[in-house]
């Protein structure tokens, strides 16, 4: 009696664990079938790579050694990223610039480029122009002309622009000269470094500024009667020192 009693109860009791592990494996296959392709039979925890794009090629770390490489030419003395480096996120304080269509991005005198995992370390095209030059820079004296170096780009001041524009190395790039002891026309002003700006930077400023003066007074102190006619000479001298004495003090030099 007591076994027929107790059957019944041996057979309701192995159903309701069998019903129990199906549940538990059906909940396991729709868990599982919600995670990514590459995620499933991985523990879904901090380390977990998801999404697209993951383990995709990342950017140079800072500091030589972590794929930069020493720019030294011109004693130059910085580290840059490698061209082709890719960085996902922009460094703050980046400028934008657009040049025949094309994004660029500026950052302490690295260049990048839109690219399919961010942003490409790249090289600006000649005739791109820039307002400021790169945080470290070197001034290359080639043919009396001055040229601003840096992780392998020229830049040349343009005075119609006020600015610099990204130029090809010019001839003769790998036999630079000295600057010159005095910029044209120097011998009408008493200039002094308020800064503690080199002779090599003073040289260039002063270049830079009589580029500037003669493009807005027409005056040329290095030409035989300044390349006016000669009754215009007297007004267009004073006109060419004011504007000299106006931009050399803005780059802090004290003239006089």
């Known amino acids: 009696m007591s076994n027929s009693f107790n059957r019944p109860l041996a057979w309701s009791a192995l159903a309701l664990l069998a019903l ?4 538990a494996s059906f909940a396991d296959q729709r868990d599982d079938a919600g995670r990514p392709q590459q995620d499933r039979g991985r523990p879904a925890g901090p380390g977990a790579v998801r999404g697209p794009g993951a383990g ?15 720019d030294n030419r011109y004693n130059h003395g910085h580290y840059y990223p490698r061209n082709g480096a890719v960085v996902r996120a922009l460094p ?3 400028r934008p610039y ?3 269509g094309n994004r660029f991005y500026f950052s302490g005198g690295i260049w990048y480029a839109p690219g399919a995992y961010g942003f490409v370390v790249t090289s600006p095209p000649p005739g791109l122009f ?26 040349q001041w343009q005075p119609d622009g006020n600015g610099y524009a990204v130029v090809d190395p010019p001839p003769g790039a790998d036999q630079p000269s000295a600057p010159p002891d005095r910029g044209p026309a120097a011998s009408d002003f008493f200039i002094y470094p ?3 700006q080199t002779q090599e930077q003073q040289a260039a400023d002063q270049y830079e500024c009589h580029s500037w003066s003669k493009n807005q007074t027409g005056f040329d102190p290095t030409q035989q009667g300044g390349g006016v006619a000669p009754s215009d000479t007297g007004p267009r001298r004073e006109q060419y020192q004011r504007a000299m004495t106006a931009c050399l003090e803005a780059r802090g030099y004290s003239v006089k």
């Not at 129990?20 to 549940?23: I, M, T, V």
């Not at 945080?135 to 992780?151: I, L």
């Open 130 to 155: 820039v307002n400021v030059l790169p945080p470290f820079y070197t001034t290359v004296w080639v043919g009396g002309v001055p040229y601003y170096y840096a992780d392998n780009v020229y830049y």
């Open 98 to 100: 657009y040049y025949h």
């Open 194 to 196: 308020k800064n503690g």
């Open 56 to 70: 995709a090629v990342r950017g140079p770390g800072p500091g030589p050694g972590r794929g930069e490489v020493l």
């Open 20 to 23: 129990a592990a199906a549940s």
């Open 92 to 94: 703050g304080g980046y």
